[in-house]
């Protein structure tokens, strides 16, 4: 019985230390995806200042005509460029969120699993109390049987 819970405290040590190591891989993954989002939010603040950049260059063009014509279709691409890049940063950042939301259902999970295996501990601690209570009283009873039996000889 005792190697039995020893057996199984130990592995339950292990499964911990387990969750433990898994739980760190998943803060680290939660970091590296909060720092993925201020990446992103950096890279839509670049967006809009070079986008507020070509319309105030758009505007100081527009006293030449000829260059305006010119300039129009070079904004007109970049507009589309700043678009495209702001699309795809709005994409990332909603991709990010769900692995985020991911992370956190993940890490709500360790906690409950390093709570379930404090309370198995505990169990396995009161478990071994009560072994131990039972192996004194077991030797206190063989002591007290041994005294017995050496008065009954002394009896005869």
């Known amino acids: 019985g005792y190697t039995e819970l020893k057996s199984a405290h130990e592995a339950l040590r292990q499964r911990l230390s387990a969750s433990q190591l898994e739980c760190s891989a998943g803060k680290h993954r939660l970091n590296q995806v909060s720092a993925s989002r201020a990446e992103e939010r950096r ?3 670049d967006v809009t200042i070079r986008s507020k950049e070509s319309l ?3 505007s100081r063009l527009s006293i030449d005509m000829a260059g305006v014509r010119a300039f129009e279709g070079q904004t007109t691409q970049m507009v589309n460029w700043l678009m495209s890049l702001a699309y795809d940063a ?5 991709a990010l969120e769900k692995q985020l939301y991911a992370l956190q259902s993940e890490q709500l999970l360790w906690a409950e699993s390093r709570s379930l295996l404090s309370h198995v501990s505990c169990a ?3 478990s071994r109390d009560q072994e131990e209570e039972l192996t004194r009283r077991v030797v206190s009873q063989d002591a007290a049987l ?3 039996k050496h008065a009954q000889q002394q009896a005869l």
């Not at 709005?90 to 909603?94: E, F, I, L, V």
């Open 43 to 45: 890279v839509l603040r």
């Open 56 to 58: 105030e260059e758009h």
């Open 90 to 94: 709005t994409a990332r950042s909603a």
């Open 124 to 126: 396995l601690h009161a």
């Open 146 to 148: 041994t005294d017995l």
